[in-house]
């Protein structure tokens, strides 16, 4: 915060879109001078989503239908942005994108090409509500005159409709880059050779479990310029990729601090963020991880639209040219995944052995909604970390039958990979006062804790 007010006032009135555009050269040099100091209020920017979020999309789980049953009106009305088919899906569906502007920069967005990874399409569609009803607002005002902005908001909604991560002839649409049999590869591919746009925003949803580097702290968001190449080296389209990165950085970072990682930088010839950087277009992936207690992801949809709206801000203005690549290079790569679940200090009661002090870790086949549950571990645990750590100590866990694999005797012991099944009770009996209950294949609430 102290950083954003210690900005000059010059840069205030950039921000604000009142540097006339004569000016707009020598703006640009003070920028790059300046460095990117912040994309302005973020208080500001938070209140803008609160008031513009699409309620009727309100779970990360929704289809096709429901999307644009809620975003349709809001884009199919006159001026403002406006609704086109980019194509049909390999069942069907059309591929609608948004088209927003008339600017000489151009700009591509595109959400959910995994079918699953849906919290960005959510904040795309608070964007297009801000921009369709605050047309007036100083920065709807700038993307539409130095933006042109095209986004398909929902590009797989075959494995949408399934909440799966491919699409409905089972290939991943972000490994069809090359070969590009699917028709939402073809979709995407054909959008850019039309639109050839300078900037692009790949936007997906990783793995909930990653933390940030060798710390324990969840990603909320990754980062990633992609390489145009093997080498992994830098040109000036890979550098203003890590300039707006840079920008993405600082605008989440009030929101998220320390929970921010760099995604794996290995250049991968099928898959579209890479390949778009060596078409020519300036990308960046934005992956939303995880977050505590935020298990449909609204949380991180504000970080999105907070991320996206500085972004897009700050790219009309030039503003990102003062961006630091730093900023994008020194973070943290996504570390080693940490498990969903440790029960700490418990006491475990199985059948014909005395009971003994274990701790034990669980993952679920859905980790946000903690359903699936296996066990993963069992032992001395004390290094482990968790999304969730429960203490238990001085309670004893009792598993289910499900937990208990039988030895070649026909003993029952507690394994791993069993359905993670079992009770916290307050004794050694079982019939005792029972703490806390985990069944594999629930929703289970975790306790107070
Ligand atoms: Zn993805």
């Not at 069942?91 to 920069?105: D, H, L, Q, S």
């Not at 549950?373 to 290094?383: F, M, S, T």
Request: charged share 25%.
């Amino acid at each position: 915060m102290a950083v954003r007010r210690a900005a000059s006032g010059y840069a205030r009135a950039l921000a604000l879109g009142l540097v006339p555009l004569a000016l707009f050269a020598c703006a640009r040099r003070q920028a790059v001078t300046d460095g990117f100091r912040g994309g302005g209020d973020t208080g500001e920017l938070t209140r803008l989503h609160e008031r513009y979020r699409v309620a009727a999309i309100g779970t990360r789980e929704f289809t096709h239908q429901e999307l644009w049953d809620a975003l349709g009106p809001l884009v199919d009305a006159a001026g403002g942005p406006e609704r086109g088919e980019a194509g049909r899906s390999a069942e069907g569906r059309p591929v609608y994108r948004v088209r927003y502007g008339a600017g000489p920069t151009r700009v591509l967005l595109w959400s959910q090409m995994h079918g699953n990874e849906s919290t960005a399409t959510m904040a795309l569609a608070d964007l297009f509500r801000f921009l369709a009803e605050a047309p007036d607002d100083a920065r709807a005002r700038r993307l539409a005159e130095r933006l042109t902005i095209e986004a398909v908001p929902m590009l797989n909604p075959d494995g949408a409709e399934r909440f799966q991560r491919r699409n409905a002839m089972g290939i991943d649409v972000n490994r069809d880059a090359r070969a590009l049999a699917t028709p939402e590869g073809r979709i995407l591919r054909a959008l850019h050779q039309r639109f050839r746009p300078h900037f692009g925003f790949n936007l997906h949803d990783q793995d909930v479990r990653a933390r940030v580097g060798a710390s324990d702290r969840l990603a909320a968001v990754a980062l990633l310029a992609p390489p145009f190449g093997p080498s992994r080296q830098d040109n000036a389209v890979r550098t203003r990729a890590k300039r707006v990165a840079a920008v993405v950085r600082m605008a989440a970072e009030p929101l998220v601090a320390g929970h921010i990682a760099r995604y794996d930088d290995t250049f991968n010839p099928r898959a579209f963020g890479d390949l778009m950087q060596s078409w020519g277009t300036s990308t960046v992936l934005i992956e939303s991880g995880g977050w505590r207690n935020d298990p449909e992801k609204q949380y991180l949809r504000r970080v999105n639209f907070v991320a996206l709206l500085t972004a897009l801000d700050a790219i009309a203005t030039g503003a990102y040219a003062g961006a630091d690549p730093a900023r994008y290079a020194e973070l943290p790569e996504n570390g080693r995944p940490v498990n969903d679940l440790l029960v700490r200090g418990s006491t475990v009661v199985v059948p014909g052995l005395e009971p003994y002090r274990a701790d034990v870790t669980v993952n679920f086949a859905d980790p946000l909604a903690r359903r699936g549950g296996r066990i993963v571990e069992v032992g001395d645990l004390a290094e482990a970390a968790a999304r969730d750590t429960i203490d238990a100590t001085g309670l004893f866990l009792h598993p289910g039958p499900e937990a208990l694999a039988q030895d070649a005797r026909g003993r029952p012991a507690l394994m791993v990979d069993r359905p993670a099944s079992f009770v916290l009770r307050r004794g050694r009996d079982a019939a005792s006062e029972v703490v806390w209950r985990m069944e594999a294949d629930r929703k289970t609430p975790l306790p107070v804790h």
